[in-house]
């Protein structure tokens, strides 16, 4: 990607790892689209950030699950600029269920979960991929999660849907070269809001604690540092597609059986 006239679409970008990354992609002189699903203010105040670095800014209204939102916000950008340089698949869902509760999720949660996590980004590559290759080169990065790799996390279902998005970035891969790279992000516990809400605020401390005590590099992600991997992906690593990246300060090394004899 051009570093200095990019455009990229970040989903699920007025908070979190999505805002920490269009502000890298501002930093670099990246044009790029906000989207939201439903905080319209927070949205507009991070593309104000990222204005004020001198690029411009497009603030998109759409919930990834409904394919038609998907194709009309890549439509604008196209209207906006002409070209889609890079894709962030960042938009998610979940819903806190303990995964010894088998009767906390019902069907229509799964559905509720993929229809985001999983369907939502596939919809996005689709709507964005023509453009993508008549430009000659783009890069898609899917943010999916430690739970793809090691079946914890917040939800049976979630984990389910985040390691399907794993799987669909090989399939992808194949598909999408040589012009498009595609490849994926496994972040772990991540600090924020967003997190200590879901897990309630006592079980989140100890969580991180614990973490951060047990992991080799004795670190837990911050949105910015997940953020920089995925700037990694779009704008270096020219070579390399299909791949997932762990982000978790090498927990999942910890956690294997050789690690606990």
């Known amino acids: 990607m051009d570093r200095d006239a990019g455009v990229a679409i970040v989903t699920g970008s007025s908070s979190g790892v999505g805002a920490a990354c269009v502000k890298r992609l501002a930093q670099l002189g990246c044009n790029v689209v906000i989207n939201y699903a439903k905080s319209e203010q927070a949205a507009k105040e991070v593309a104000a950030q990222c204005a004020a670095l001198g690029v411009e800014t497009l603030v998109c209204q759409a ?19 002409g070209r889609i340089d890079a894709l962030v698949n960042n938009a998610g869902t979940t819903k806190f269920v303990g995964h010894d509760d088998l009767e906390g999720l019902s069907k229509q949660d799964f559905l509720d979960i993929y229809a985001v996590n999983t369907v939502g980004p596939y919809q996005m590559t689709r709507a964005a991929v023509p453009h993508m290759k008549r430009g000659g ?36 891969a194949r598909v999408l070269g040589p012009e498009i790279r595609v490849n994926t992000v496994c972040p772990g516990f991540i600090q924020g809001e967003w997190l200590a809400e879901g897990m309630g605020r006592e079980r989140y401390e100890a969580t991180k604690s614990f973490l951060e005590q047990s992991s080799p590099l004795r670190r837990t992600a911050t949105a910015d540092s997940v953020a920089e991997a995925i700037v990694y992906f779009i704008t270096g690593a020219d070579i390399v597609t299909g791949e997932t990246l762990i982000l978790d300060g090498g927990n999942h090394l910890a956690q294997t059986p050789m690690a606990r004899r």
């Open 63 to 81: 919930d990834v699950s409904d394919d038609d939102a998907c194709r009309d916000m890549v439509s604008q950008t196209i209207e906006k600029w």
């Open 137 to 172: 080169r783009g890069a898609i990065v899917n943010v999916a999660s430690i739970a793809a790799i090691t079946g914890v996390g917040s939800s049976i279902a979630y984990a389910a849907s985040k390691g399907a998005m794993v799987t669909m970035t090989l399939s992808l």
